[in-house]
């Protein structure tokens, strides 16, 4: 069965970058979408960003122009490039991923997910 592991979390200063990482195993199927979302305590779950498996892509609006998506298939590993970071961007960062060919942001349709990485960004 599928299994995400992310990674790269820590805390930075406004303004630094950071790289998350998501090791994807027990892949079996070619069609997918790959997700990155954040949430807070307390809060619902927030889509970044996503990569379906033609390399679309899509970013919530907070994000655009400062996060980039990739995968490298080779390394069955799913990125998000932060950079520009912002107190706001303060969250546990979550992968998924969902047997759909569409970069889907809504985490509803995401059926497996990580167990988190958090990322804090101090002013």
């Known amino acids: 069965q599928v299994q995400l592991v992310e990674s790269g979390g820590g805390s930075v200063q406004a303004g630094e970058s950071l790289r998350l990482s998501c090791e994807v195993s027990?892949?079996?199927?070619?069609?997918?979408?790959l997700g990155w979302f954040r949430q807070d305590p307390g809060k619902e779950r927030e889509g970044v960003a996503a990569?379906?498996?033609?390399?679309?892509?899509s970013y919530a609006d907070s994000v655009k122009g400062r996060f980039t998506i990739s995968k490298d298939n080779s390394k069955n590993t799913l990125y998000l490039e932060m950079n520009s970071l912002k107190p706001e961007d303060t969250s546990m960062y979550y992968c998924?991923?969902?047997?759909?060919?569409?970069?889907?942001?809504?985490?509803?349709?995401?059926?497996?997910w990580g167990q988190g990485t958090q990322v804090t960004v101090s002013s």
């Open positions: 998924a991923i969902v047997p759909m060919v569409l970069p889907i942001l809504n985490p509803d349709y995401y059926n497996i």
């Open positions: 027990g892949l079996t199927y070619s069609s997918y979408c």
């Open positions: 990569i379906d498996s033609d390399n679309e892509t």
